[in-house]
């Protein structure tokens, strides 16, 4: 069973940035990963994707031209810049893994990781 591991959340003011990272734990990340967040009381909302070589991205509206995901396979990691960022994006963030294909859904992700907190004040 694949696990992965989220970093670098934590409090920031409206405005500022963060940036996460996602790692697989005891295995190399050699698949697409995805980026979800989640709010009280919210479903699990889909915030970008980023395939397994890296060359292709996609984002929600949301977020888009704010967040960036890139992906450094030689240091087995995926990242989420997050820019200008809002009250609106507190969450718990999650990674999520597949072997291929862009999907919005949570549901059509195997792996995941426990989650990290963003927390925007304004």
């Known amino acids: 069973q694949v696990q992965l591991v989220e970093s670098g959340g934590g409090l920031v003011q409206a405005g500022g940035s963060l940036r996460l990272s996602c790692a697989a734990s005891g295995r190399t990340l050699s698949f697409a990963v995805a980026w979800f967040r989640q709010a009280p009381w919210k479903e699990r909302d889909f915030v970008g994707y980023?395939?397994?070589?890296?060359?292709?991205?996609f984002y929600a509206d949301s977020v888009k031209g704010r967040f960036a995901i890139s992906r450094d396979n030689a240091e087995n990691t995926v990242y989420l810049q997050m820019n200008s960022l809002k009250p609106d994006d507190t969450a718990v963030y999650y990674c999520a893994g597949r072997t291929a294909g862009i999907y919005t859904s949570p549901n059509q992700y195997a792996y995941w990781g426990q989650g990290t907190q963003v927390t925007v004040s304004s």
């Open positions: 980023i395939n397994l070589s890296g060359t292709s991205t």
